[in-house]
């Protein structure tokens, strides 16, 4: 089974690439994601691969990232996704866009996939969500976040404390958040941090 290939990119298509690893080219399926990446043909890459081995045929998916492959094994789990899918979900979808979908229940992020319709969609955020919370390093993130109220601290000063506790650039997340708060008047924390994160899933 291979797990790495480090070799000479040659031709970069839409879904897939070739490694040229010591005279032997690897075709590689992989995300756009991944694709985008990747160094200009004749560079050097490393790819991290998966070997999917089936009866006709033993193919080979790429990614730039672990991260990035680890989800496509998640993805791989759930009823109705094969390695086509997976792809076109990463490709449309970074990890932390998934991960905050799955988080927030929102459909949306999945159906923009090709080959992803709402009855998927529904079995994937359903699926999805207990294996995401035994993920290595990721179960807190999918708990709702604990926030220290400081006296005197505004809501907007909360809200962004707790987005950037989860892994968010402040510089990202403040237009969201004051948006939310202006048009809200009566909205609480937990609102904003669910509404704000279904919107940052999307972007």
């Known amino acids: 089974m291979i797990g790495q290939l480090t070799g000479f990119v040659g031709q970069v298509e ?3 690439c070739l490694v040229d690893v010591n005279g032997v080219g690897y075709v590689v399926f992989a995300s756009t994601q991944t694709l985008s990446q990747l160094p200009k043909p ?3 890459a490393r790819v991290l691969i998966e070997t999917v081995v089936r009866e006709d045929a033993i193919q080979l998916y790429g990614f730039a ?3 990035e492959r680890e989800w496509f ?3 791989t789990t759930v009823q109705g996704v094969g390695s086509r899918v997976a792809l076109a979900i990463l490709s449309v979808s970074q990890p932390m866009a998934l991960l905050q979908a799955v988080n927030a229940g929102d459909k949306q992020v999945f159906t923009q996939a090709s080959g992803v319709g709402p009855r998927l969609a529904t079995r994937l955020l359903t699926e999805l969500k207990p294996k995401v919370a035994k993920m290595p390093g ?3 993130v999918m708990q709702a ?3 220290e109220m400081a006296p005197g ?3 907007e000063a909360d809200a962004l404390m707790a987005l950037e506790g989860l892994g968010f650039r402040r510089a990202e997340i403040w237009p969201v958040v004051s948006r939310l708060i202006q048009e809200n008047e009566a909205i609480e924390l937990d609102q904003i941090i ?4 279904r919107e940052l899933a999307r972007s």
């Open 138 to 140: 990721l179960s807190h």
């Open 145 to 147: 976040p604990v926030v």
């Open 65 to 67: 990232e672990s991260e």
């Open 42 to 44: 004749p560079e050097i």
């Open 73 to 75: 094994r998640l993805l």
């Open 14 to 16: 839409s879904d897939r």
């Open 194 to 197: 669910r509404l704000a994160l």
């Open 153 to 155: 601290a505004s809501l």
